[in-house]
């Protein structure tokens, strides 16, 4: 499996910016897909997933400013980011794993991570 990010870039905050995740190799028949991100020092924070069922969630922290989609090509999902403030600057990560569903409690534990990009709000 192979998780391969793009998008990341220098923003001003109030700015738009799209992240793009193709996922390869990857051929569950249920499954989530998800971005998270991190900064130095801080844990890894789950930001928006999607289920191959169509269930979605996101975090309280960007709720109403970022949105994720399935882009275009099989197994691609975007994050599209709208109203960026600096503290959303963070590596943001692509993760995945099988016979997992999107749904209410703890976010689930991605067995494949992709390397990720940077993105920097300022």
């Known amino acids: 499996v192979q998780l391969v990010e793009s998008g990341g870039d220098s923003v001003e905050a109030g700015g738009n910016l799209t992240l793009s995740c193709k996922a390869r190799?990857?051929?569950?028949?249920?499954?989530?897909l998800a971005w998270f991100r991190q900064t130095p020092g801080q844990e890894r924070e789950a930001v928006a997933g999607l289920d191959a069922d169509g269930g979605v969630r996101y975090a309280d922290a960007v709720k109403g400013r970022f949105t994720v989609a399935w882009g275009k090509g099989r197994m691609v999902l975007d994050l599209h980011m709208n109203s960026l403030k600096p503290e959303d600057s963070a590596t943001y990560y692509c993760?995945?794993?099988?016979?997992?569903?999107?749904?209410?409690?703890?976010?689930?534990?991605?067995?494949?991570w992709g390397r990720g990009t940077q993105v920097t709000v300022s």
């Open positions: 190799g990857f051929w569950y028949a249920s499954y989530c």
């Open positions: 993760a995945a794993e099988g016979g997992c569903w999107m749904h209410s409690g703890p976010w689930f534990t991605p067995s494949y």
